[in-house]
Structure formats: structure tokens, C-alpha cells
């Protein structure tokens, strides 16, 4: 107890500055920062001083702001004076120009169908002949595997997928028939109505496969030469042979000139010994 | 000329780009304030990579400054944000003295107390009491140290370090305490 009074008066002593702790640790005020410290401070106060932060016309946050607001106004009104000059016309969609499916089998099995069974009442494709498909589908195998071989292995592969694609559609046409015939009150001719949603699936996927078709022609003779000549210069001669086959059914009488694609003469001339090599 | 005016005008003169004013404002608290980082590091070499970062801090803040309490806290509070944020970056973090109000006297063991037989010159009894503040808990010592280097007040002191002026006093107490059993004065 005395010495907890004895420490409190000493702490009261201390803290009026007349103890002989701080007497002590005064004693010796040796030390300080290097002259070389002292020297980067000082030349650091210096520098900062005499460089000017916010000198420039356009420096310093608080100048980049308004400046930023303004540009941005402008933006706004050139934007709105463009819009009642040229007024917008309505976007048309891109024509479909590749052949090779870029999406995944599924999302293009589900796309076909979808678009089959909204469109089946205003579909504009002209009716096929019964074996029309059939060809078509002949054609639209090869062209599928002819133009890049990464695409016509992802089209050929997917043999599942048929299944769960014709079920799909079989789904659609079955939900095609339940709505007319359900809106028609009918109920007995919903069979009818399936078949014919089959009937308007089948004619969807005629009318793509022609455009497939239609699209693949558009494709270049000179471009699709110069994409197997680039094939074999990188040594992918399966690809360059299947593509090769491709072009020359779709372009059965086009003459390669030898001097331009002396290595797609040589490599026709194995695919078909017949024809005369450069 | 600039000797006359306090630490606050100096400070707002450096702020408006007198350098000079500055260099006066350095001249006063360079000492101090190394002494006080160096004491409470315990190795130069931190306490010189402190001290810089502490006064460069200033430069760069020099813009902003504005005089809403004494340069000196100013200053000291700046060194302490430093401070802790070099022991963050230890290994061990902040020390557990920060975090402790309750102050833990049984658990200090004392440097080896001057028996009365004892006479030591004034030079080893400043050795003496280096050690001692050395084995003192950081947040102890960071409070006798501020109090000898500054001169500051309890409330002064509290505000520098984040605490209520109670743990202020508690700390500085338990340090002034020890330190005074260690030397027996």
C-alpha cells in the first residue's frame, strides 16, 4: 500500500517534469539522422517545392474533372445531333454467308427448331421434291466436312446428338400440334397437325441446307485454292486432300493454274491419277 | 528571421513554397523525432528508414495541410501511423501491448536493478536505462518515449497514439515505474 503511494507520488513528479528518470534519459541526446538523410530530406522539400504540380493547363485532379464533364456534354450533343440528322433505320439481320456452323450442334439443333416452329406458318421456302432432301443432305455432308476440317469433324462426330435433336423436334412438333389444335378446338386432328409440324420442320431444314449449298458456291474458287495451298505448306495434307475433293465437286470444270498452285496440281494428281500433272 | 515564427506558420510558409521554411522545421524536430524512433525500433537502421519516410510523407502531404492542431502532434502522429505500419509488416504483426489495456505489470521482467552498492557513472546509467526502455512492451515505451522526446501532454499523447488519455496515463505509469525500480531512483 505504501508502495503504491510512493509510486504515485513519484509518477506525480514526473509528470511535473522534476524527476531524475527524465533527468537522466536527457543526459545523453546523442544521435540524429546521417547528414546523408538530412541531405535527401532537405533536397526532397526542395524539389517538391520548386516543381510545379499543378502548373500545366490541363494538370492536376482538379482541373481533369470539370474537364472530363465538359467532354462528356459534347459527346452527349454530338450524339443527339448525329440521331436527328441521320434518323435510324431498322436493322436487318446479317445474312447467313458461312457454312460451317460457328455455335455447338445442340444450340444449332434447338435454333432450326425453334425457328421452324415460330416461322411454320409464314414459312416462305418453296415446297422439294420428295428426294430433294435427300440430296441436299448428300451435298450438305460434303460441303459441311469440305471447307475447314475443325468444323466438319465437330458436324460429322456428334452422332448422339441425333437423339436427343430428333426428340426435340418431335417435342416441338407434338407442342405445334396441342396449341392449333387446342386453339381450334379439335382435339381429334391433332395428329394431323404433328405430322404437318414435322412436315414444316422438314421443310425449314430443306431450306437451310440450300442456303448452306448457295453459301458454300459463294465461296471463292481462288480463295478455297489458296486455303489448301496454305494447308499443304504447313503440312496438313488429310485436310488438304478432303478440301480438295470438296472444291473439285463444287467446282468440277474450274482449270487450276499450275504456276500459281503447282503443289495442289501435284497433290490432284494423286487424288486422280487421270489428270494431266504440271 | 524564421526562428520567431512558431511550428504551425512554418509549416503553412513551406505549404505556400518556402523551402527555407521548411529547413527550419527541421532543424527542430529532427532530433527528437529520430530519437524517438530510434528508442522505440531499437535498431538504426529501421529507425533511418522510418525517420525518412516520415518527413518525405510530410513533403508529399504538404498541400493539404491545414493548421487544425499542433505541428507537433501533427508530426508525432504521422511518425506513430508509420510506426505501426512497419510492425504490421513484422512477422509477429503489432505487438500485443497495443491491443492490451489492462497492463500486464507481473509479466515484465526488470533488467538487472542497481544494487545500492552499486555506483555507475551518469554515461552507464544511460545505458542502463536504454536497456531498460529496450525490455520495456512497445506500447510502454512508445509512451515514455513520446513523453521525453515531445514534452507532450497526456491528452496530446493519447490523441498521437489512438487511445483514451486513461490507457495513455496507465502506460506511461507502469513504463515511468519500472524504469525508476531499474535504476533506483
Known sequence: MANQKHDQQEFDRYLQGSSPLSTTYQHNDAGGPTELTDARILAAAKSAVNKPSTGSPFGGYQRMVPTSIAALFMLTLAAVFIHDQFPSTPLQPAPVLSSAPTSSPEDHAAAVVGQTALNESVSTSKPQPASAPLELARVDSQTRAAPDPVTASKAASPAPLKEPMHRLQQDTANAYADTSAGARGKPEKAEQYKEKGLAAIEESKTARLSDKIVATKVRSADNWLTDIAARLKNQQIKQAKVELQAFRKNYPHHVIDPKRFPEIIRLLAELEPGSPSP | ?185
Request: hydrophobic share 35%; proline share 3%; glycine share 4%.
Open chain 2, 1 to 185: 528571421m524564421l526562428q520567431q515564427f512558431t511550428d504551425e506558420q512554418l509549416m503553412l510558409r513551406y505549404r505556400d513554397g518556402d523551402a527555407s521554411a521548411f529547413e527550419q522545421l527541421y532543424t527542430r524536430y529532427k532530433q527528437p523525432l529520430h530519437r524517438y524512433l530510434q528508442h522505440q525500433c531499437g535498431n538504426k537502421a529501421t529507425a533511418e528508414e522510418l525517420f525518412q519516410d516520415v518527413w518525405m510523407n510530410l513533403i508529399r502531404a504538404r498541400q493539404r495541410y491545414e493548421v487544425t492542431a499542433s505541428f507537433k502532434t501533427f508530426i508525432y502522429r504521422m511518425a506513430h501511423n508509420r510506426l505501426i505500419d512497419h510492425y504490421r509488416k513484422q512477422r509477429h504483426g503489432i505487438p500485443r501491448s497495443y491491443h492490451e489495456d489492462e497492463i500486464l505489470q507481473n509479466s515484465w521482467e526488470f533488467a538487472d536493478p542497481i544494487s545500492p552498492e552499486q555506483t555507475v557513472s551518469g554515461q552507464q546509467q544511460w545505458h542502463i536505462l536504454l536497456q531498460a526502455i529496450e525490455s520495456l512492451p512497445e506500447a510502454q515505451r512508445e509512451a515514455f518515449l513520446l513523453k521525453e522526446n515531445t514534452g507532450l501532454s497526456l491528452e496530446e499523447i493519447a490523441s498521437i497514439t489512438g487511445v483514451n488519455s486513461e490507457t495513455a496515463k496507465s502506460r506511461l505509469r507502469y513504463a515511468v515505474n519500472k524504469l525508476r525500480k531499474t535504476l533506483d531512483l
